[in-house]
């Protein structure tokens, strides 16, 4: 077989030049030496030209690490109403006032970086609706203002503001990451019992807020919540996305408005959700006593102990022309588009809503605007308060008067503080994303 010079590698054909063309003599080993010695210089400069030339051309694929999306700061306030009719279980689900920290006002509005975003661990996909905004890990209480007025739901509680609540223990980032926020368990207190309530510092108005939680309060005598809500309650409207009182197992999300929205139906079928209306169909704050239109979960590891037993959740609450809708999924539910950071509520993965308030009763351009995130806990007040002495509610089978011993919710607050080790969210993270077609 013919050996063709011109296909052999450049290196190598030099190498045999050199090797065949010397003229034999005493320095023919330093003429062979040489040879080898250039041969090697040759292919050590072509393996660097290759190594350079592959860069180059894998250059535009391979994404740096920081390469990632910018984020914005998110707007929270929370609301609660000045009476419930607690005695029926419902509630109010907001309050006559609201309060927050300022904040620039835009349905796309964002502002510094806040946190840093958790590397995702499902299946990305295409979605119109990109994160403007994290809160998780050790940044998580950036971009939050701490509360520190009197409680609009009346409930027998004091706020703290962020050095207080941090020096007390009530608000930290705790060894896996997530954020908590407790409540003070002293025994036989003399005044209110101490708790926390943040809210964001941005509002929007259209968005996906996503909440991944571990825990949240329970027990007799507590009132968590976790909502978004605008300005001049209720003219900006107010979404409650968590709520729920005492030994409650089943969420209840609730929205309260200016007159005039309404819900078409109290039919579940009819209206496309899983859960069940309660509290009638007129979502205006002023003619329902400020209890609004709110709808239970028909999950009863939605809520309070059997949430937290269950691992915890995954809420999203998604305000849009369309309406508002909100679903809940346990753990091992999540969409995987979710789990990603790319969320699509189009993609049938997400399943029936819990609760959906279409825009062909309650157009969101007129009901809802500049909405921030809150979180709270509280004690009594309208709602924990009004339903002590009431059963029949989903993990309510006893009523907290009977439970506890108490006559009154005050009174047990008041004195049993290590009945409140279990009155504390733990949270993952909160998300905002904003449709950008």
């Known amino acids: 077989m013919m050996l063709k010079l011109h296909s052999l590698p450049l290196y190598f054909a030099l190498f045999l030049l050199e090797s065949l063309l010397f003229i034999p003599s005493v320095h023919s080993s330093n003429i062979f030496s040489r040879a080898v010695h250039r041969t090697h210089q040759i292919a050590s400069r072509h393996t660097r030209l290759i190594a350079r030339d592959l860069r180059v051309a894998f250059g535009a694929v391979l994404v740096s690490e920081p390469a990632q999306q910018s984020l914005g700061n998110v707007r929270t306030v929370y609301c609660k109403s000045s009476s419930a009719s607690g005695t029926n279980g419902l509630g109010s689900g907001g309050n006559s006032s609201s309060s927050g920290s300022s904040g620039s006002s835009s ?19 295409s979605t119109p609706w990109k994160l403007v905004e994290g809160h998780n890990g050790s940044d998580f209480f950036q971009g939050w203002s701490f509360f520190t007025g009197s409680d609009p739901t009346h409930g027998v509680v004091d706020y703290l503001d962020k050095d207080d609540a941090t020096n007390a223990g009530l608000a930290y980032v705790n060894s896996a990451g997530n954020a908590v926020m407790a409540v003070d368990t002293t025994n036989n207190l003399t005044g209110n019992r101490k708790s926390v309530r943040i809210t964001t510092n941005s509002q929007y108005n259209q968005g996906i807020w996503i909440l991944d939680a571990v825990h949240m309060p329970t027990g007799c005598g507590t009132w968590p919540a976790f909502w978004t809500n605008g300005p001049n309650w209720p003219a900006g409207g107010e979404i409650d996305i968590v709520e729920g009182v005492n ?31 309660v509290g009638g169909t007129n ?6 006593n400020n209890q609004g239109c709110g709808v239970r979960s028909a999950s009863d590891v939605s809520f309070g102990a059997a949430f937290n037993k269950n691992g915890g959740g995954v809420y999203a609450s998604k ?9 809940f999924w346990p753990p091992d539910q999540v969409p995987s588009d979710v789990l990603a950071g790319t969320p699509n509520p189009s993609l049938a993965s997400w399943g029936t809503p819990m609760a959906q308030w279409s825009s062909s009763g309650c157009n969101p351009s007129t009901f809802f605007s500049d909405h921030s995130a809150i979180f709270d806990t509280t004690f009594c007040g309208d709602w924990a308060g009004s339903a002590w002495s009431s059963s029949g509610i989903p993990g309510q089978e006893q009523s907290c008067a009977q ?26 993270s909160v998300k905002v994303y904003q449709y950008q077609p």
């Open 403 to 428: 439970r506890t011993g108490y006559s009154t919710c005050e009174a047990f607050v008041m004195a049993e503080g290590s009945a409140f080790t279990q009155a504390y969210w733990e949270v993952k």
């Open 319 to 327: 305000l849009d022309d369309t309406g508002v809708s909100i679903h």
């Open 283 to 288: 979502c205006a704050a002023a003619e329902t």
């Open 247 to 277: 030994d409650y197992t089943n969420n209840q999300a609730t929205i309260h408005t200016n007159p005039g929205c309404t819900i078409s139906s109290s039919n579940s079928t009819v209206l496309g959700i899983s859960g069940t209306v």
């Open 107 to 125: 349905q796309g509005t964002t502002s510094t970086k806040t946190g840093s975003v958790a590397s995702p661990t499902g299946s990305a996909v």
